[in-house]
């Protein structure tokens, strides 16, 4: 068994978003710095990363005028990150939530220099290219091109708050198509331009008929594929998205499904109108644009444990675009990983453990075995047999690996991930570690 290594030190939080940790060398591992175990309090003030061979750990962001930041993740080309800034100067009508916030791009090699990826524009008629709220973890495509988010709207919410008419703010999908400057007019003092042209790629329905593919709530998103994936006609589609989305059985029970949304394989198409203004109305969401389709890839109402279960994760393709990797409880009610094709099919249980999944998981990058947490130990999962190799011993209580995150290098030569370690004043802090794949 290998021996997990200590990268961090520091008396702090020190939180791993649950993929893009690592830079594309497999050197650094990004990081923020919430207190609270989980990152369920949103107070981190900086980004930081930490050079996984000497520890040396390097200031990439301080956030100022009261804002914080967090949830922070790596381009796969290049030496940008993506990460949430909440809002600068917060007052009690505009504090952090999830329609006030937004994604912001540093470049390791101009720490503490931010660019707005996402424009805001509070005001009608909106603009073409620009958002009205938050938009929340973002992940860059395979090419670096793109950073897919999810998104919940400002304007919505407070038409909802003030009994008024129109569309709810539903949580979707967006992406943002990178080197596409969206400019909006300063007519409220919460818009801002963006370095970035986002649209919402989602499509939502308030109230979901019963045994139908509509959904109410599009999250936990992953892009397919570094090169896409074959479609059922053995085309390949360069541009696609996997996520959870929320569907109501012909029972009224809400279950998450697998969906898939195909993208155009020229970002610039994504500003063309669909069936409504990608920038929406004063009543309605933003509408998705023209050549993006949705649909469902998974129907599990029938199992004795319907829908995706388990810890709170993210749908993960591998690299190859062959295989959707989800959670789901067999019959025994235990979580398994299963597998899905992107063009369609059942899915496949992977693994038929005794013990439940416990966290997060990521692929490696020949799309061979998948990390996770299993018992509480880092263990590593064959994609074709199942089998599980367990890489750290058992830690049966809140000292062990957490559930968030647990992440394979971009080299697949270490694993990233976080536990809790006692300081030397007795208090408790996250602190990343790393284990070494057996090769």
């Known amino acids: 068994m290998p021996e997990p290594r200590q990268i961090t030190t520091a008396p702090h939080g020190h939180v791993l978003t649950n993929s893009g940790v ?8 990004v990081y923020d710095v919430r207190s609270t175990p989980d990152g369920s309090v949103f ?22 005028e009261g804002a914080c930041c967090g ?78 988010s999810t998104y919940e709207d400002a304007v919505l919410e407070a038409a909802a708050e003030a009994g008024q008419g129109g569309e709810r703010s539903l949580r979707g999908v967006g992406v943002s198509a990178c080197g596409r400057p969206t400019t909006v007019p300063t007519t409220h003092p919460r818009n801002h331009d963006g370095s970035a042209f986002t649209v919402l790629v989602s499509r939502l329905t308030d109230a979901p008929s019963p045994g139908s593919d509509e959904i109410s709530k599009a999250f936990e998103e992953a892009w397919i594929g570094e090169a896409g994936y074959a479609n059922a006609d053995g085309v390949r589609q360069r541009r696609a998205i996997a996520f959870q989305g929320y569907v109501v059985t012909t029972m009224g029970e809400t279950i998450s499904e697998v969906f898939v949304v195909d993208l155009p394989d020229e970002l610039a198409a994504l500003a063309t109108a669909g069936e409504g203004p990608v920038a929406g109305t004063a009543t309605t969401r ?75 998981f990521s692929w490696s990058p020949d799309s061979e075995r998948l990390a996770c947490v299993i018992d509480g ?10 089998d599980v190799t367990r890489l750290t011993a058992a830690a049966r209580d809140d000292m062990g690996p957490r559930p968030e995150a647990c992440v394979i290098s971009p080299d697949g030569r270490r694993i990233a991930y976080a536990r809790r370690v006692v300081a030397v004043d007795g208090r408790t802090w996250n602190q990343i570690f790393v284990v070494d794949v057996p090769q």
């Open 286 to 360: 933003p509408a998705p644009p023209r050549g993006v389709r949705q649909r469902r890839l998974t129907r599990t109402a029938d199992r004795r444990y319907p829908g995706i279960q388990g810890p709170r994760h993210w749908l993960r393709s591998s690299p190859d675009g062959t295989r959707i990797a989800l959670l789901m409880r067999d019959d025994a009610g235990i979580v398994q990983l299963f597998t899905v094709n992107p063009a369609g099919g059942v899915p496949r249980q992977v693994t038929h453990d005794a013990v439940g999944i416990a966290s997060a």
């Open 22 to 29: 690592w830079s594309p060398d497999s050197r650094w591992i």
């Open 71 to 148: 949830v922070v993740t790596h381009s796969p080309v290049d030496d940008r990150l993506a990460f949430i800034l909440g809002p600068e100067r917060p007052t009690p009508a505009w504090s952090y939530g999830a329609a006030r916030r937004q994604g912001v791009v540093v470049r390791t090699s101009h720490p503490d220099v931010a660019e707005n990826l996402d424009a805001r524009d509070l005001m009608p008629p909106f603009t073409a290219g620009a958002l009205r709220g938050g938009t929340h973890l973002h992940v860059f495509s395979p090419d670096g091109a793109a950073v897919s």
């Open 377 to 386: 130990s880092v263990c590593l999962i064959d994609a074709g047999s199942g």
């Open 43 to 64: 107070d981190g003030t900086r980004i930081e990363r930490v050079e996984v061979d000497t520890g040396r750990v390097e200031v990439v962001y301080e956030s100022r």
